[in-house]
């Protein structure tokens, strides 16, 4: 089972990365130990409300990596699918979108829909350490706050207590 401040389960895959020499690269997490991570699960590609989520995260892409955070995306569909999608409505996208039609990452981080054999939308921040410091899944229906996300960065990076609608440059109680 999942649990916060355990280790994230580990994966290697293939991914989609438009601005990589070849396009496809192969991703693991330890790949991103010593900085944070957002892992982010998409139900399909060439759905509804999947690219939204997806240009929102590109759009705060560089706050996300100013925050020393790099942003990976996965679904169950193949790298060929992901590749044809970004071509088709996603070209400016620049963080790597897993593979996973194995279901090994999508069942390791216990978002797997086994009736449909798609992910449900969950979000996942792990630490420079590996650790799972936060996890939301949600409906497939619902598309997710990035700006909430890198909100949960940055105060998970405070190190400190954040209250009620914290925000950067909130004051914050270090923890004792």
């Keep these: 089972?999942?649990?916060?401040?355990?280790?994230?389960?580990?994966?290697?895959?293939?991914?989609?990365?438009?601005?990589?020499?070849?396009?496809?690269?192969?991703?693991?997490?330890?790949?991103?130990?010593?900085?944070?991570?957002?892992?982010?699960?998409?139900?399909?590609?060439?759905?509804f409300v999947c690219p939204t989520e997806i240009e929102g995260f590109q759009k705060h892409y560089a706050a996300f990596k100013e925050a020393n955070c790099e942003v990976l995306a996965a679904s169950t569909d193949t790298i060929q699918s992901h590749r044809a999608w970004y071509e088709a409505d996603l070209s400016d996208v620049a963080f790597p979108i897993l593979e996973d039609p194995s279901h090994r990452i999508s069942t390791a981080y216990e978002v797997l829909d086994d009736e449909n054999g798609q992910a449900e939308r969950g979000t996942f921040i792990i630490d420079p350490d590996g650790q799972v410091k936060y996890f939301i899944v949600s409906d497939g229906n619902v598309g997710r706050s990035v700006t909430e996300t890198l909100r949960v960065v940055k105060a998970l990076q405070t190190g400190g207590l954040?209250?009620?609608?914290?925000?950067?440059?909130?004051?914050?109680?270090?923890k004792k």
């Design 1 to 47: 089972m999942l649990k916060l401040n355990q280790p994230a389960p580990e994966f290697t895959a293939a991914a989609y990365q438009k601005n990589h020499e070849d396009h496809y690269r192969q991703i693991s997490l330890a790949d991103y130990k010593g900085q944070w991570v957002v892992l982010f699960f998409y139900p399909r590609d060439f759905t």
């Design 162 to 174: 954040c209250p009620i609608d914290w925000q950067p440059g909130d004051k914050h109680v270090e």
